[in-house]
């Protein structure tokens, strides 16, 4: 059962962002289950209690209150439980500082949340759809920084 979807979940404390998100995914013909925190503590919780479904792609805000995206991030890269989740960096920061710690910190992918919604919908369907197990082996700089 659990192969049958693209387990997704999103950590982002802006309310207005989450329900996009999750409008795009039910208008994807992808089949996913999607699944959003408000904030860094609730995702970490959820993703440290035992019956958790880990989710497939993970997107991350980095600022939010309580616990940050990168705290976030440093705690799922330093887990071996979490080894096969790819995680996307999605944030309103374009900031080379933000990229360049995110891409060093081990994220598979860094997207600037787009202002459109038929743009994110083509980014969302694009990240859902990669194959990161074969992706990861080349990951570099030049394609962390997803630009539609």
Not at 6 to 29: C, G, N, S
Not at 95 to 112: L, V
């Amino acid at each position: 059962m659990k192969e049958d979807y693209v387990h997704i979940i999103l950590a982002d404390d802006d309310e207005d962002d989450r329900m996009f998100f999750t409008e795009v995914f039910d208008e994807l013909k992808i089949a996913t289950k999607v699944k959003t925190f408000n904030d860094g503590v609730y995702l970490m919780d959820y993703l440290n209690t035992d019956d958790c479904i880990l989710p497939h792609v993970l997107f991350l805000d980095l600022n939010m209150p309580r616990k940050s995206g990168l705290e976030c991030l440093n705690e799922i890269k330093s887990n071996p439980k979490f080894n096969d989740i790819a995680i996307a960096i999605y944030s309103t920061s374009a900031s080379e500082e933000d990229i360049e710690k995110t891409f060093i910190q081990g994220a598979n992918i860094y997207i600037k949340k787009p202002s459109s919604f038929k743009v994110l919908k083509k980014i969302l369907s694009e990240v859902v759809t990669t194959n990161w197990q074969y992706q990861t082996n080349g990951l570099n700089k030049d394609n962390f920084l997803l630009r539609l």
